[in-house]
Nanobody, 122 residues
């Protein structure tokens, strides 16, 4: 069992930055690959970024060059550093953990946090 807690969401103007955190407890954090997804009202949950156990990162085209996903195994935490935010980035952001499967698909993630709201005003 892994418990995930996201934090750091809020309201920001277009062009601004936010850093989300996802803290994990439970089993050995370093054994898990991690990812960030987001869900806007009326839309399906979509992939944003992922990081493997070895530190390889993956990004959706829509956020590449603007978002990064650092990982700190000593703190059992991953982050989502979001820069140059756009109104279309507005969504509830979720972090998830997985031990196998393709990073891109939400159904491969075993555990999820409760989500944190990010709102970008124009």
């Amino acid at each position: 069992q892994v418990q995930l807690v996201e934090s750091g969401g809020g309201l920001v103007q277009a062009g601004g930055s936010l850093r989300l955190s996802c803290s994990a407890s439970g089993r050995t954090f370093s054994n898990y690959a991690m990812g960030w997804f987001r869900q806007a009202p009326g839309k399906e949950r979509e992939f944003v970024a992922a990081i493997s156990r070895s530190g390889t990162t993956y990004y959706a085209d829509s956020v590449k060059g603007r978002f990064t996903i650092p990982r700190d195994n000593d703190k059992n935490t991953i982050y989502l550093q979001m820069n140059s935010l756009k109104p279309e980035d507005t969504a509830v952001y979720y972090c998830g953990s997985r031990t196998r499967g393709n990073y891109y698909y939400a159904e491969t993630y075993d555990y999820w946090g409760q989500g944190t709201q990010v709102t970008v005003s124009s």
